[in-house]
């Protein structure tokens, strides 16, 4: 019955196979499908998701990556281990090497309970978790000579400091240390397999601080053709806060003297993307670099669940001040919508016209929550702004949710704008003379054309906008299916345990300032 139920699932979700580092009864697609697609917990369900949950279970997806549950299963059975600051930091002043997950000594890292204890007693400061993204600088061993240690070592220490916290308080995701490392026992191995199922847990999680040692030496690969570091850094970028994700190599001085943290979160605060679609960064980890080719479709497998358990349960999304035009706002389009439950959008102080702004408007028609689309402080024009604002009011969304003032003049004059938007109604020549030109005279295309070329592009992610609502209906379907199977499923005598685990106890202590490779 369950091979039955991966046939009808591989239909969505393209063809499944086995992979040594994912439930052999049920790939990561399958499951996180089932899991956020399902009406309700159902026992027979939960037998299907097994042990991949780690523990966190129907009731508990909307808040997966919020709160403290998913932390508590993912270090529950010891399988993962988070390091104590104070650790990384006196091994650094000793000038050795970080050892790996089966030499740490006891002392090292934290027990789950010692963690959870200290964050629900309020007499105790809350413990920090930092997961630290880098590429790997040989096989034996990433970091020989200590040269991401030099970084990491007395930034830990300075970031105690401002944070008025001990090393102690600090527990660390770094995988070496954190997951059982090669060459292993069979016992190991199954450890590292069963730890590799919430590796997205400290990357994507809102209560996880990720720093990104992104140098590396002369002649290694760079940071960013690295598959398990883009993961990373697009796990991190999908809905934790702007401040969390740092990429230390930014800070200008190593050995300069930090006042207050926003210093560095001001440095080397990570410039986000719009998330991307899990088809797209597939096809972007072909060109990636993996010591080990097996990780390649791991990765884009654990990006999949990633986006549909973020994207689908984020409430709110702020991509406030990036920067971004309407290139970023077409593919942000491409993955709004996916998020079923968004209630807030934050796309202020950007630099969006009125192209940008209507392919994001379009894409919002599929997500029925709402509530408020700050659109402030961009370059909207007029005439599309009063049309956005009317869409609005019939929608019956409510009256001051929709935010578009403070427009900043686009340099598209009022009627090149307006064509613009109505483009991604009916097309536009325009557009498509502009696509035509040639290469040499590309440069030098007329203001009303780039204006329409963005338009185009804007239509496009209305386009595909739509397609995934399409989608997402033939999901509902396979759904069904699964309820269906489900429950022919509890008829069947198990040869094996379930693997379900009770719903665990959420710790609401306070979140600070806020790698595998």
Not at 86 to 95: A, K, P, R, V
Not at 150 to 165: D, H, T
Not at 393 to 401: A, T, Y
Not at 459 to 476: H, L, N, P, T, Y
């Amino acid at each position: 019955i369950a091979s039955e139920c991966r046939e009808g699932a591989s239909e969505l979700l393209g063809p499944i196979g086995n992979c040594c580092h994912c439930d052999k009864r049920m790939e990561e697609r399958v499951r996180v499908a089932l899991e956020l697609q399902l009406p309700g917990p159902k026992p027979a369900a939960a037998h299907l998701v097994g042990s991949a949950m780690r523990g966190v279970g129907e009731v508990d997806k909307t808040r997966y990556y919020r709160e403290w549950d998913s932390i508590r299963a993912a270090l529950t059975g010891g399988d993962t281990r988070l390091v104590r600051g104070s650790f990384i930091e006196s091994t650094y002043q000793l000038g050795k090497p970080l050892p790996r997950w089966q030499q740490l000594p006891k002392d090292s890292f934290w027990d789950v309970e010692d963690l959870l204890h200290d964050v629900g007693d309020l007499t105790r400061p809350t413990p920090k978790i930092i997961a630290v993204s880098y590429g790997w600088l040989s096989r034996e061993h990433p970091d020989p000579e200590g040269f991401h240690l030099k970084v990491l070592g007395p930034m830990m220490k300075r970031y105690a400091a401002c944070s008025r916290i001990g090393l102690e308080s600090i527990a660390v995701f770094i995988d070496w240390c954190s997951l059982p490392q090669r060459p292993w026992s069979d016992l190991e191995q199954k450890a590292r397999h069963r730890a590799m199922r919430s590796i997205d847990v400290w990357y994507a999680h809102q209560l996880t601080d990720v720093w990104l040692l992104s140098a590396v030496p002369e002649g290694g690969v760079p940071f960013d053709e690295r598959g398990w570091t883009r993961f990373e850094v697009a796990a991190a970028s999908m809905v934790s806060p702007l401040e969390a994700v740092l990429d230390l190599a930014q800070w200008p001085n190593p050995n300069a003297d930090i006042k207050d943290w926003s210093e560095v979160v001001d440095a080397c605060c990570l410039r986000r993307r719009p998330p991307q679609l899990p088809d797209a960064f597939a096809s972007e980890q072909e060109s990636k670099s993996f010591a080990f080719q097996e990780d390649r479709k791991l990765v884009s497998d654990k990006y999949w669940g990633v986006f549909h358990r973020a994207l689908g349960c984020a409430e709110q999304l702020a991509y406030r001040g990036l920067s971004w035009t309407d290139v970023e706002a077409h593919r942000l389009a491409l993955a709004l919508p996916r998020c079923t439950g968004l209630r807030q959008l934050d796309l202020s102080y950007n630099e969006l016209s009125s192209a940008g702004a209507t392919a994001i408007a379009h894409a919002l028609e599929q997500c029925s929550a709402l509530e408020r689309l700050n659109l402030s402080n961009n370059m909207i024009g007029e005439e599309t702004a009063q049309q956005m604002t009317s869409t609005w009011m019939v929608s019956r969304r409510p009256e001051n949710g929709l935010d578009l003032s403070a427009q900043r003049a686009s340099g598209f004059s009022p009627e090149s704008d307006l064509a613009a938007a109505q483009a991604l109604e009916r097309g536009s020549t325009m557009a498509m003379q502009a696509t035509t030109a040639s290469p040499r005279n590309s440069g030098q295309l007329p203001e009303e054309s780039k204006q329409a070329l963005s338009a185009l592009i804007a239509r496009q992610a209305a386009f595909e906008a739509r397609i995934e609502s399409a989608m997402a209906k033939v999901a509902e379907s396979v759904a069904e299916l699964s309820t269906a199977v489900g429950k022919d499923i509890s008829t069947v005598p198990q040869s094996r345990p379930a693997y379900g685990r009770p719903v665990l106890k959420t710790y609401t202590g306070s979140h600070g300032s806020s790698a595998s490779s």
